[in-house]
Structures are given as structure tokens and as C-alpha cells.
Nanobody, 120 residues
Framework: QVQLVESGGGLVQAEGSLRLSCAAS????????MDWYRQAPGKLQRELVA????????NYADSVKGRFTISRDNAKNTVYLQMNSLKPEDTAVYYC?????????????WGQGTQVTVSS
């Protein structure tokens, strides 16, 4: 069993910054891709914000390119999302997701979510 624990959300003014963290805990697993998703108020679906592979390759949604940076510390099984120049439309619950190999099988885990609110 793998658990993902997110932290770093909060309330910030427009043009401000926040850094989200997501730490994976458990034993005997290997993490492949780690992603950040978000679900905005009133939206039914989560959208992919950023993704990073175990080798460090990254991918971003067009709406956050140049403002957000995803990174990971493989030794700590932790992924980060540095969010700069925040806009009110970035307000959402942010979730991390990890694709994990455990005992030769693939699993997908989600964090509990952390609220990010950007005021204008």
C-alpha cells in the first residue's frame, strides 16, 4: 500500500506564489510518473496540470507553462509544484497522482487534495 500526502496549499493574492509538495510513503515500490491535477470549483473533471517521469522529463498544461514548475526528489519519493504568477483561475483543489510498480504490478494512487485559492 502506498500513501500520498500533499501539503502547501492555501490562500494567496494574484501574482503570488505557492509551493505544493506530495510525499509517497510505503515499502517496496517504485514510482514511475508523478502528476499534479486540479479540479476547479463547479467542474466535474480534474485536469492535468503537470507531469514528471522518473527520468525527469516534464509536461505542462498550456495554461500553466512558464508559471509552474514540477520537480521531484526520487530519494524522498516526493514531487513538488512551484506555482508562480498565480491567477484567480488557478483556484482549485490540487491532487497529486503516482503511477507505482509494486510486487511486479502497476497501481495508481491519488492524494487527498490540497486547496489553492487565489484572490484578485
Amino acid at each position: 500500500q502506498v500513501q500520498l500526502v500533499e501539503s502547501g496549499g492555501g490562500l494567496v493574492q494574484a501574482e503570488g506564489s505557492l509551493r505544493l509538495s506530495c510525499a509517497a510513503s510505503g515499502n517496496g515500490f517504485t514510482i514511475n510518473t508523478m502528476d499534479w491535477y486540479r479540479q476547479a470549483p463547479g467542474k466535474l473533471q480534474r485536469e492535468l496540470v503537470a507531469a514528471i517521469t522518473s527520468g525527469g522529463s516534464t509536461n505542462y498544461a498550456d495554461s500553466v507553462k512558464g508559471r509552474f514548475t514540477i520537480s521531484r526528489d526520487n530519494a524522498k519519493n516526493t514531487v513538488y509544484l512551484q506555482m508562480n504568477s498565480l491567477k484567480p483561475e488557478d483556484t482549485a483543489v490540487y491532487y497529486c497522482k503516482a503511477d507505482v510498480v509494486y510486487s511486479g504490478r502497476s497501481y495508481r494512487y491519488w492524494g487527498q487534495g490540497t486547496q489553492v485559492t487565489v484572490s484578485s
